[in-house]
Nanobody, 120 residues
């Protein structure tokens, strides 16, 4: 099957930076859109940033200019560089990818989530 494994979360002070990584493994024929979502405490999951199969990116207004999403096609990986972090960025961050594996169509897969806490 397919697995997404995230890494890079942790505790950071306001104004600091973190880089999240997510790598897909398993039987992978093709990956289309990859994305990062987050779920702040007591709130629903929300889209942070997306990157299409062709490399086009989109960001939530709350992170524009501070976060950068990128991907490594050879490694089946997606990254999220987060700068100028503030307390409102505290959340569990999830990696998501549309992957074509054994079935002849794309299916969404999710990582297990990684905690990001911004606090002094």
């Amino acid at each position: 099957q397919v697995q997404l494994v995230e890494s890079g979360g942790g505790l950071v002070r306001p104004g600091g930076s973190l880089r999240l990584s997510c790598a897909a493994s398993g039987i992978i024929v093709e990956i289309d859109t990859m994305a990062w979502y987050r779920q702040p405490p007591g709130k629903p999951r929300e889209t942070v940033a997306t990157i299409s199969g062709g490399g086009l990116t989109a960001y939530d207004d709350s992170v524009k200019g501070r976060f950068t999403i990128s991907r490594d096609y050879a490694k089946n990986a997606v990254y999220l560089q987060m700068n100028s972090l503030n307390s409102e960025d505290t959340a569990v961050y999830y990696c998501n990818a549309d992957i074509r594996s054994l079935r002849p169509y794309f299916e969404p897969y999710w990582g297990q989530g990684t905690q990001v806490t911004v606090s002094s």
